[in-house]
């Protein structure tokens, strides 16, 4: 059987690592639309579904769980390989890896104020769920949760957010708003899970809050964050949400605080330079104005 072209397997690997065809058209700076048509090709070649869809979501099939692994592997070699062979990047391309929540919710809509501040400064986005140990690609700025692994990636400044729980607004009344953290435990808790557990979880925020859980919750578990607050706004029951992630969505109506108790971790992101010797020539004005936007 003849490979399928480069252009299908791309979007596919990307909302096969995500689980999100929406996030995956953001990393690849495509339309939603276009990976969804690209998907729905490679399926037809194949003969297979790869993907469940489910109203606004959707879901990897055994087989589309099979074959994303084994593309993302083969692309991520591919990439370590090109890197190698070129022996380094391109001078004037300024990379800034993030963390993929941050980069979706909280980046995208701030980042036309830097390309209008410096315009001549050709910037790519590079976004992750894993730690910067595990990226392949050498990046000039990085950012991330605070306690994640960044091996030999130098600090450059830490940033504070606040974490408090955030549902759909449907799934509670506004005449029982705010609600008694003590009655979020009879709603279904939504959860991600990594390892290591580098994120704070539910029984580390109900700790923090001085409150004593007696009763053990119903947790819905999700491989990712960006799950896990999809399924928030779909209705499906309490995440925590990282206040810069979920201002957007909170200011949109898409997510409602159901309690006002919050905790506030004075630095939880933090901002990283690269390894390399020769550090690109604008690295300090990206470093620069992620600080401004981080302390506004």
């Known amino acids: 059987m003849a490979l399928p072209p480069l252009n299908r397997l791309r979007p596919?690997?990307?909302?096969?690592?995500?689980?999100?065809?929406?996030?995956?058209?953001?990393?690849?700076?495509?339309?939603?639309?276009?990976?969804?048509?690209?998907?729905?090709?490679?399926?037809?070649?194949?003969g297979v579904s790869l993907f469940e869809r489910r109203n606004r979501a959707v879901f990897l099939t055994d087989a589309g769980r099979r074959l994303g692994r084994v593309v993302s592997a083969a692309l991520s070699d591919i990439t370590a390989e090109l890197a190698a062979l070129q022996g380094r990047r391109r001078s004037d391309e300024l990379i800034l890896h993030c963390q993929l929540c941050e980069a979706f919710y909280w980046l995208m809509p701030r980042l036309s104020g830097f390309h209008e501040r410096h315009p001549g400064v050709e910037l790519r986005v590079v976004?992750?769920?894993?730690?910067?140990?595990?990226?392949?690609?050498a990046f000039d700025v990085a950012m991330q949760t605070s306690g994640r692994a960044s091996g030999s990636a130098r600090l450059a400044f830490t940033a504070a957010d606040d974490i408090f729980p955030v549902c759909a607004p449907p799934l509670v009344t506004e005449e029982t708003l705010p609600l008694d953290p003590r009655k979020i435990v009879s709603f279904p808790l939504l959860a991600h899970a990594v390892a290591p557990q580098d994120w704070m979880v539910w029984d580390d925020w109900f700790t923090s809050v001085g409150i004593e859980i007696v009763n053990r919750p119903r947790y819905l578990s999700f491989d990712s964050y960006p799950l896990a607050l999809q399924a928030a706004v779909a209705g499906q029951g309490i995440a925590l949400g990282w206040r810069r992630t979920t201002e957007g969505m909170i200011a949109e109506g898409k997510l409602v605080r159901p309690c006002k108790e919050k905790v506030e971790r004075p630095t939880e992101i933090s901002v990283y330079r690269g390894t390399s010797h020769e550090p690109h020539p604008n690295a300090g004005q990206l470093i620069a104005w992620l600080e401004e936007e981080l302390s506004a």
């Open 12 to 46: 596919f690997e990307a909302a096969a690592r995500l689980e999100s065809f929406s996030m995956a058209a953001t990393e690849l700076g495509m339309t939603q639309t276009a990976v969804s048509k690209q998907i729905a090709a490679l399926e037809r070649e194949l």
């Open 127 to 137: 976004s992750s769920l894993n730690p910067l140990t595990e990226t392949p690609e």
